[in-house]
Nanobody, 123 residues
Framework: QVQLVESGGGMVQTGGSLRLSCQAS????????MGWFRQSPGKEREFVAA???????DYADSVKGRFTISRDNAKNTVYLQMNSLKPEDTANYYC?????????????????WGQGTQVTVSS
């Protein structure tokens, strides 16, 4: 049974930092690409960042230079380090994984999703 459990969300002021974690289980994490997405009320879910099984990364333009995605295969965990946070980063953040292993850092085609963790950035 695949499980993705996010943690690390919270409330910070503009310019602050947070690190999100996603603990994965139920699939071959080391050979699976992982992604982070976010959704705020009234908006569609949007891609934030992805990391391939080999460690290649991709970022949305809106977070490039501020967010860093990384993975620890020994812990089956993917992280999202978020710096220089802005009020427009406020959203529920989800991690996701595709069924197919050996994928590149992709922006779509995810099959498994976590429940999300809320990030609120106050001005």
């Amino acid at each position: 049974q695949v499980q993705l459990v996010e943690s690390g969300g919270g409330m910070v002021q503009t310019g602050g930092s947070l690190r999100l974690s996603c603990q994965a289980s139920g699939f071959a994490f080391p050979i699976t690409a992982m992604g982070w997405f976010r959704q705020s009320p009234g908006k569609e879910r949007e891609f934030v960042a992805a990391i391939s099984w080999t460690g290649d990364t991709d970022y949305a333009d809106s977070v490039k230079g501020r967010f860093t995605i990384s993975r620890d295969n020994a812990k089956n965990t993917v992280y999202l380090q978020m710096n220089s946070l802005k009020p427009e980063d406020t959203a529920n953040y989800y991690c996701a994984a595709p069924k197919k292993p050996f994928s590149t850092a992709r922006r779509d085609g995810y099959d498994y999703w976590g429940q999300g963790t809320q990030v609120t950035v106050s001005s």
